[in-house]
């Protein structure tokens, strides 16, 4: 293959923005640590009418540290968090990295089954977790088959709620809760604790001065799907995620420099999930960097209209947010009474699915801010690409970030350099054009991953090196660069569902429902979606012989939804007698789509 990668992305590069970053080799713990130091009475978090400085949080985050140190973690254990956006996130997550210890996200929808199978895969040394996930999911659930786990950390939702909203949200029943006096001390061989006994543990303060290799040491195990749909822990060092962070700023202020004066006080609105990467990179690390207020939102209000009226209040200047989440708030008709009053707000990213043209044009005349697309993977902290602000392109998802390579190869081998679109829009292609522009992606830059954990073949796939010594991370995607260097993805993971803004491997639902029992073989596929765009999740199965006529579509469906997250559980079930096989054995999804 040749090595002489076109970039035809500089000839339309953003003006103010570096090609070119010389980033900080600085671990998470001290990009925390100096946003104190230079803006310690600057507001680091806003949850729910809770609030509290950079000051603040770097001394809650000492004590947390210094408690999971007494409790037993050194550096290199994980620590599993199953929380929703809140400060015992925040403050967990920096303890952890701060003590060369690794974070290893739990998104909050996942069940015992999902929980437990990451836990041992990642081999979680403790788990910390809301008092209400723990109750619904792990309560009364063999724990011992959680191998790893030493150790859980209990914690509610009210501990950082202003005093009157705690009480009257819990007398109303508003705020899922678990009575406190029903919280174990031990369960098994699993000492329980609580997060806030733990916080006051950590007094005096003693955080040792734990030796990070920013380069490669591991922070954050998030898990995905990757290449095969078997869940995978995707390991981001301290410099992939902080490099991550330092090219979005990049991006963002030499763009609009006008938000470069809200360093220090300028406020991110928190609404992706920090379980997810795109929610802990572009929400929280970014603005932890810049010393912004994370404005956090455990989920989004009911009413779509109320994150607006917090993001005015609160002096939102960047939102990143998914493009069902932008199209929820245009379409409630309270929104047009803050229209002209988010002076604020400038910059908003969207992620995980297209952005629609309308919704983008309907947001931006809502709010005034104007909003990118960008192209992001786990394994790639995420961002990879953003489009211009100013040169923006529907139906693609933007310009490599500064430092960043990407390239087109034959889907088939990945041996082959594929040639650079010659049309600006690149949805004109015929079949036969198709061949020559169209491939698989390919991603080089500091925010690649080090590798699967634990899995060198999965690894070897995913990264390959160049004749130059580039690495180089094969997506999967499907993609093609016009002439002008924008990227344009034509597939998601070949496989993969996307369902309301979520990505579901077939494989993993495929390997939940193999757990009840009266399934002999299942295949899951995407299909259209009935009631509007995008796709549902159908699983078509067979029954073993002792199980036909006596269990019916609907009992294969309760138990999905109560074994999996609402996310991911099929809405259609088929019963069929045989499912299409290869004469290996494997069963053809395509086949099933026909």
Same mark, same amino acid.
């Given at each position: 293959?040749?090595?002489?990668?076109?970039?035809?992305?500089?000839?339309?590069?953003?003006?103010?923005?570096?090609?070119?970053?010389?980033?900080?080799?600085?671990?998470?713990?001290?990009?925390?640590?100096?946003?104190?130091?230079?803006?310690?009475?600057?507001?680091?978090?806003?949850?729910?009418?809770?609030?509290?400085? %950079?000051?603040?949080?770097?001394?809650?985050?000492?004590?947390?540290?210094?408690?999971?140190?007494?409790?037993?973690?050194?550096?290199?254990?994980?620590?599993?968090?199953?929380?929703?956006?809140?400060?015992?996130?925040?403050?967990?997550?920096?303890?952890?990295?701060?003590?060369?210890?690794?974070?290893?996200?739990?998104?909050?929808?996942?069940?015992?089954?999902?929980?437990?199978?990451?836990?041992?895969?990642?081999?979680?040394?403790?788990?910390?977790?809301?008092?209400?996930?723990?109750?619904?999911?792990?309560?009364?659930?063999?724990?011992?088959?959680?191998?790893?786990?030493?150790? #859980?950390?209990?914690?509610?939702?009210?501990?950082?709620?202003?005093?009157?909203?705690?009480?009257?949200?819990?007398?109303?029943?508003?705020?899922?809760?678990?009575?406190?006096?029903?919280?174990?001390?031990?369960?098994?061989?699993?000492?329980?604790?609580?997060?806030?006994?733990?916080?006051?543990?950590?007094?005096?303060?003693?955080?040792?001065?734990?030796?990070?290799?920013?380069?490669?040491?591991?922070? &954050?195990?998030?898990?995905?799907?990757?290449?095969?749909?078997?869940?995978?822990?995707?390991?981001?060092?301290?410099?992939?995620?902080?490099?991550?962070?330092?090219?979005?700023?990049?991006?963002?202020?030499?763009?609009?420099?006008?938000?470069?004066?809200?360093?220090?006080?300028?406020?991110?609105?928190? !609404?992706?999930?920090?379980?997810?990467?795109?929610?802990?990179? &572009?929400?929280?690390? !970014?603005?932890?960097?810049?010393?912004?207020?994370? #404005?956090?939102?455990?989920?989004?209000?009911?009413?779509?209209?109320?994150?607006?009226?917090?993001?005015?209040?609160?002096?939102?200047?960047?939102?990143?947010?998914?493009?069902?989440?932008?199209?929820?708030?245009?379409?409630?008709?309270?929104?047009?009474?803050?229209?002209?009053?988010?002076?604020?707000?400038?910059?908003?990213?969207?992620?995980?699915?297209?952005? =629609?043209?309308?919704?983008?044009?309907?947001?931006?005349?809502?709010?005034?801010? !104007?909003?990118?697309?960008?192209?992001?993977?786990?394994?790639?902290?995420?961002?990879?690409?953003?489009?211009?602000?100013?040169? %923006?392109?529907?139906?693609?998802?933007?310009? =490599?970030?500064?430092?960043?390579?990407?390239?087109?190869?034959?889907?088939?081998?990945?041996?082959?350099?594929?040639?650079?679109?010659?049309?600006?829009?690149?949805?004109?292609?015929?079949?036969?054009?198709?061949?020559?522009?169209?491939?698989?992606?390919?991603?080089?830059?500091?925010?690649?991953?080090?590798? %699967?954990?634990?899995?060198?073949?999965?690894?070897?796939?995913?990264?390959?090196?160049?004749?130059?010594?580039?690495?180089?991370?094969?997506?999967?995607?499907?993609?093609?660069?016009?002439?002008?260097?924008?990227?344009?993805?034509?597939?998601?993971?070949?496989?993969?569902?996307?369902?309301?803004?979520?990505?579901?491997?077939?494989?993993?639902?495929?390997?939940?429902?193999?757990?009840?029992?009266?399934?002999?073989?299942?295949?899951? #596929?995407?299909?259209?979606?009935?009631?509007?765009?995008?796709?549902?999740?159908?699983?078509?199965?067979?029954?073993?012989?002792?199980?036909?006529?006596?269990?019916?579509?609907?009992?294969?469906?309760?138990?999905?939804?109560?074994?999996?997250?609402?996310?991911?559980?099929?809405?259609?079930?088929?019963? #069929?007698?045989? !499912?299409?096989?290869?004469?290996?054995?494997?069963?053809?999804?395509?086949?099933?789509?026909?």
């Amino acid at each position: 293959m040749s090595e002489e990668i076109p970039t035809p992305w500089f000839n339309f590069w953003p003006e103010g923005v570096p090609k070119h970053i010389d980033y900080e080799e600085i671990s998470l713990g001290d990009l925390l640590r100096k946003s104190a130091e230079k803006y310690p009475k600057s507001q680091a978090l806003f949850f729910e009418g809770w609030r509290c400085t %950079y000051e603040k949080l770097d001394l809650l985050v000492d004590q947390f540290a210094t408690a999971l140190l007494k409790i037993g973690v050194k550096k290199g254990d994980t620590i599993a968090i199953d929380l929703p956006n809140s400060p015992q996130f925040v403050i967990a997550y920096y303890a952890t990295v701060r003590l060369g210890a690794i974070v290893n996200p739990i998104i909050p929808l996942h069940k015992f089954v999902e929980i437990a199978y990451q836990i041992n895969d990642s081999k979680s040394k403790i788990l910390i977790i809301l008092d209400a996930l723990y109750e619904g999911y792990l309560k009364g659930k063999d724990l011992s088959k959680m191998k790893t786990l030493k150790s #859980i950390i209990l914690t509610g939702i009210t501990e950082y709620l202003p005093k009157i909203k705690a009480i009257l949200g819990t007398a109303l029943g508003k705020i899922p809760h678990m009575k406190k006096s029903a919280w174990p001390a031990r369960v098994g061989n699993i000492d329980f604790y609580k997060f806030q006994e733990l916080l006051q543990k950590g007094i005096p303060i003693d955080v040792p001065d734990v030796k990070i290799n920013p380069k490669t040491d591991t922070a &954050t195990l998030i898990y995905t799907g990757g290449t095969t749909g078997i869940p995978k822990g995707v390991e981001l060092t301290h410099y992939n995620l902080s490099v991550n962070a330092q090219q979005g700023i990049a991006w963002i202020e030499g763009q609009l420099p006008e938000t470069k004066k809200y360093r220090g006080k300028g406020g991110v609105g928190c !609404l992706i999930p920090f379980g997810h990467v795109f929610g802990i990179s &572009t929400g929280m690390n !970014l603005g932890i960097a810049n010393a912004y207020k994370l #404005i956090l939102f455990p989920s989004p209000p009911e009413k779509r209209s109320d994150v607006l009226k917090y993001l005015m209040k609160e002096q939102a200047m960047y939102i990143p947010a998914v493009p069902t989440l932008y199209n929820q708030i245009n379409q409630d008709p309270d929104s047009k009474k803050y229209k002209g009053k988010l002076t604020s707000l400038i910059a908003c990213l969207s992620g995980g699915a297209a952005l =629609p043209a309308e919704v983008k044009r309907t947001f931006e005349d809502l709010t005034g801010a !104007l909003i990118i697309e960008g192209y992001g993977a786990s394994e790639t902290s995420p961002i990879v690409t953003g489009g211009p602000f100013h040169r %923006y392109k529907i139906n693609s998802t933007g310009l =490599p970030m500064p430092d960043t390579l990407i390239k087109i190869v034959d889907a088939e081998k990945g041996t082959k350099l594929l040639e650079i679109c010659p049309k600006e829009n690149c949805n004109e292609c015929g079949e036969k054009e198709a061949e020559k522009y169209i491939g698989e992606l390919c991603v080089n830059g500091p925010q690649v991953m080090k590798g %699967y954990f634990n899995k060198p073949e999965d690894t070897a796939n995913a990264l390959r090196k160049d004749s130059q010594g580039r690495t180089w991370y094969y997506t999967t995607d499907i993609a093609c660069i016009d002439r002008e260097g924008y990227l344009h993805i034509k597939d998601r993971k070949r496989d993969m569902i996307k369902y309301k803004g979520h990505g579901v491997f077939p494989a993993e639902v495929e390997n939940l429902m193999y757990q009840y029992e009266p399934i002999k073989e299942v295949g899951v #596929i995407g299909v259209p979606h009935p009631e509007g765009p995008g796709e549902t999740i159908k699983a078509v199965v067979s029954l073993k012989d002792e199980y036909k006529g006596k269990i019916t579509e609907k009992d294969i469906q309760e138990w999905c939804k109560e074994n999996m997250s609402p996310y991911k559980y099929p809405r259609i079930i088929e019963i #069929i007698d045989e !499912l299409p096989k290869t004469l290996v054995g494997k069963i053809l999804r395509r086949e099933l789509r026909k």
